[in-house]
């Protein structure tokens, strides 16, 4: 699947595919979603109840929030992070370039033409976002629509209706609002524990016994959580949707150059956050200030997906 | 014993084979119309917006006749040729249009008042964004024919769309692709 910076460009994973690969992405998804809810409610059981009757009784209602949260994040995630992100929509009749483009982009896709969306903010960025091309939006920033020309807009519109044409913007709408919630369960299951796990020690009188279940919730999360980032990271979907939307404009020149305008903008978009920085097309946060935040960089690095472009000009 | 086995796990497998590629095909045909009625439906909105665009010229430039008329007979031409749903008839009526179209605009070149009227200015962006799309629609409704005639002529896939029926869909070319091959050079 790598593919070498100085390759020629083919579309070797066509749209058709890359749909299959994601609606199996769904799936494992939420079944590792479940998991991990229903994991968490087990030990909280376990910890409040003090014994394990009480963490097999909290099972039905883990996979019913499971199940909850997964429906609500399918039908309402799009609005959730388009809301978080303070983005308007465009009404009919304004914003006659971007409206062009994206609906001569549609077309060339075969997709019909999804919501805009713009977000008054300087910082140049974009991203797409829905639950299938039905169901699916586009939000710009103003700094894009100002910064960029013409061809370069449609690059970037290109890379954004790819996701959409192949179906990553429902694994990346279920990504951001399933991690965001199980980095929550943990959160609050972390803090439950001091409290439950003392109340455990009266009855019991031993302290061993929390240490192991902190190993066991350890041991069975990061595994999954590591699979849900890995997931959420998948460089190549970015690379992919460089690939098709520099197909779909026949120039990639076009989005090579709004790339290098973007990492070149020194403004940081300040309605993103750690959810939502992985459906930009470039990374909005910028700063890294630890070594360690490499490993959960939603993007490829800016500088190779430029050198892959200009490879297949 | 045995053979009847071997027997029956061929036959199923075949059967497999037939029905997948079967649908396969049928699944790429459907894709191949569908990306059709793209470009069909750009193509009447350029239709719709031609007589405005005659008419707003016109009232700047009424002795231009011969121009208007090239124009209105090549849209009829190709409003008839859309009729006919073939992509090589109507690519040729489209490509005439084109022509009478740019012959129009030279026209109205040298009007200046008629560059400054709103309504010229609307139909022609409008004219260059239904243009723009009617490019994209192509570039997908050929995209899918090549998917579905490679199929078609591929083995063992071949064989099978001779006896089910299945024939090669036409492209739809434009002009301007004629235009980006090879330049003659001439030396005389």
Avoid: C
Avoid at chain 1, 179 to 193: E, I, K, Q
Avoid at chain 1, 256 to 271: E, F, G, N, Q, T
């Amino acid at each position: 699947m790598t593919q070498s910076p100085g390759q020629r460009f083919v579309p070797r994973v066509s749209m058709y595919d890359a749909q299959a690969q994601n609606r199996w992405r769904t799936v494992l998804l939420i079944a590792a979603f479940t998991l991990i809810v229903v994991a968490i409610a087990f030990v909280f059981g376990d910890i409040l109840g003090g014994n394990a009757t009480a963490g097999i009784a909290a099972v039905p209602l883990a996979i019913l929030f499971s199940a909850g949260t997964s429906l609500f994040s399918y039908f309402a995630g799009d609005r959730l992070v388009l809301a978080q992100s303070r983005a308007r929509e465009v009404p009919e009749g304004e914003e006659k370039v971007l409206r062009d483009v994206v609906e001569s982009l549609a077309i060339g896709l075969g997709i019909p033409v999804p919501k805009l969306y713009v977000i008054e903010d300087p910082a140049p960025n974009a991203f797409a976002t829905g639950r299938d091309p039905k169901h699916a939006s586009v939000a710009v920033t103003r700094g894009l629509l100002e910064t960029m020309d013409r061809s370069e807009l449609e690059g970037v519109i290109a890379h954004e209706l790819s996701h959409v044409g192949n179906r990553d913007i429902r694994v990346m709408l279920l990504v951001t609002v399933l991690v965001g919630t199980v980095a929550l369960l943990s959160d609050w299951l972390l803090r439950s524990m001091w409290w439950g796990g003392r109340s455990r020690d009266r009855d019991r009188g031993s302290g061993g016994g929390i240490l192991l279940i902190v190993g066991l919730v350890l041991a069975i999360l990061t595994p999954v959580i590591a699979t849900l980032i890995q997931l959420a990271v998948s460089r190549q979907r970015e690379y992919l949707a460089d690939a098709s939307g520099a197909f779909l404009t026949r120039y990639p020149q076009g989005l090579a150059s709004a790339l290098r305008k973007i990492a070149a903008d020194p403004h940081v978009l300040a309605v993103a956050n750690k959810a939502t920085a992985s459906l930009y097309i470039a990374n909005p946060l910028k700063d890294h200030p630890f070594q360690f935040d490499r490993l959960f960089d939603t993007h490829p690095p800016i500088e190779e997906r430029i050198k892959r472009l200009e490879a297949m000009g | 014993m045995d053979i009847t086995i071997v027997l029956i796990v061929i036959v199923v497998i075949l059967a497999l084979f037939l029905i997948t590629t079967y649908n396969r095909l049928i699944t790429l045909r459907q894709r191949v119309k569908e990306a059709w009625s793209d470009i069909d439906i750009q193509l009447k909105r350029r239709h719709d917006l031609i007589p405005n665009l005659v008419e707003t010229v016109k009232g700047y430039a009424a002795h231009e006749r011969g121009t208007f008329e090239a124009v209105t007979n090549a849209r009829a031409q190709a409003v008839a040729a859309g009729a006919s749903g073939s992509p090589q008839q109507m690519a040729q009526a489209e490509n005439v249009l084109t022509g009478a179209l740019r012959s129009l605009f030279a026209v109205a070149e040298n009007y200046p008042q008629l560059q400054a009227v709103q309504e010229f200015k609307d139909l022609s962006e409008n004219l260059t964004a239904t243009e723009d799309k009617i490019a994209f629609a192509r570039r997908f409704y050929n995209g899918n024919v090549r998917d579905y005639n490679t199929a078609l002529q591929t083995f063992p896939t071949n064989i099978l769309a001779g006896v089910f029926g299945f024939t090669a869909e036409q492209y739809f070319e434009l002009a301007d692709q004629a235009e980006r091959e090879v330049p003659q050079v001439k030396f005389s």
